[in-house]
Nanobody, 120 residues
Framework: QVQLVESGGGLVQAGGSLRLSCTAS????????IGWFRRAPGKEREGVSC???????YYADSVKGRFTISKDNAKNTVYLQMNSLKPEDTAAYYC??????????????WGQGTQVTVSS
């Protein structure tokens, strides 16, 4: 059974940093592309970043240069390091597995989400 458990969300001031973690079970990180999505109040879900089995990464333009995705295969965990946070980064962040980008960003497996709130 595929499970994804996120942690690391919270409240931070603008300019601060947070690191989100996503621990997977029921599969290994080599099996699927893993991604982070977010949904802000009143907005559509947005693909933020993803990493494939070979370590290639993708970032949305809105977070490029500020967020870094990485993975630790030994811990079966994917991380999203978020620096220089802005109020517009406030959202519920979701880890997902078996991510695809065509025609739209989506995934087959989802975590329960973790809230990130950035105060101005």
């Amino acid at each position: 059974q595929v499970q994804l458990v996120e942690s690391g969300g919270g409240l931070v001031q603008a300019g601060g940093s947070l690191r989100l973690s996503c621990t997977a079970s029921g599969f290994t990180l080599d099996d699927y592309r893993i991604g982070w999505f977010r949904r802000a109040p009143g907005k559509e879900r947005e693909g933020v970043s993803c990493i494939n089995s070979g370590g290639s990464t993708y970032y949305a333009d809105s977070v490029k240069g500020r967020f870094t995705i990485s993975k630790d295969n030994a811990k079966n965990t994917v991380y999203l390091q978020m620096n220089s946070l802005k109020p517009e980064d406030t959202a519920a962040y979701y880890c997902a597995a078996d991510v695809w980008s065509v025609p739209d960003w989506n995934a087959n497996y989802w975590g329960q989400g973790t809230q990130v709130t950035v105060s101005s």
